[in-house]
């Protein structure tokens, strides 16, 4: 989503939401230009709302659960042009109004799209700062929750654009790269029973 807005020019509520919509459960490599595809084809609520299911299935077919996300994206873009006049309001109620848009999504579109200091916790977000022993909680929502009590403001939008990636690739949810981890010295390592 970062990516989206810096490089591609992507910066409106709508847009990251729907980006988020389409990374869920996929690989950014797969997301993005699936993203690209349907904005290239349709970027404003308005456009969306003129395709059919299927026409967007067609878009974003290699994206997991595409079908679904389809008619999620149709109907989100539908009520944003009917109830919002096409433009959807920087708020996280109404954001988690929509069928299938959780605390992720919502705080993660409000805080790339409208600036808004938003915690997004994601599993990478949650297993590395509950690895590190900043936060010890059960759930992300726990762990969003916590980190909001120990993390400056400032830090609130940047820590998933920095803290996803590094889950992906260093500290992974099994066998962390420990032995390469630039940060190893300051990780309480919790709950890593083996690593590479």
């Not at 992300?140 to 993390?151: I, K, Y």
Request: overall charge positive.
């Amino acid at each position: 989503m970062f990516a989206l807005r810096d490089e591609h020019g992507h910066r409106t509520l709508f847009e990251q939401l729907v980006a988020c919509i389409l990374s869920i459960r996929t690989r950014d490599e797969t997301s993005l230009p699936a993203a690209l595809r349907l904005f290239a084809r349709a970027r404003t609520p308005r456009a969306v709302a003129r395709l059919s299911v299927a026409q967007i299935d067609t878009i974003i077919h290699d994206v997991s659960f595409h079908e679904g996300k389809a008619r999620q994206i149709r109907e989100i873009a539908a009520r944003t042009e009917r109830e919002f006049g096409g433009t959807l309001p920087c708020d996280y109620e109404t954001l988690v109004g929509f069928r299938g848009v959780g605390p992720k999504c919502a705080n993660l579109a409000l805080g790339v799209a409208c600036g808004t200091a938003r915690i997004a916790v994601d599993i990478h977000v949650h297993r590395v700062t509950n690895r590190w022993g900043i936060v010890r909680e059960r759930t992300p929502e726990r762990t969003g929750a916590a980190l909001e009590s120990v993390l400056p403001k400032r830090y609130w939008v940047e820590i998933n654009r920095l803290l996803v990636p590094f889950g992906k690739h260093v500290c992974t949810g099994r066998l962390p790269k420990c032995s390469s981890c630039v940060l190893v010295s300051m990780c309480k390592q919790i709950g890593v029973t083996e690593h590479r």
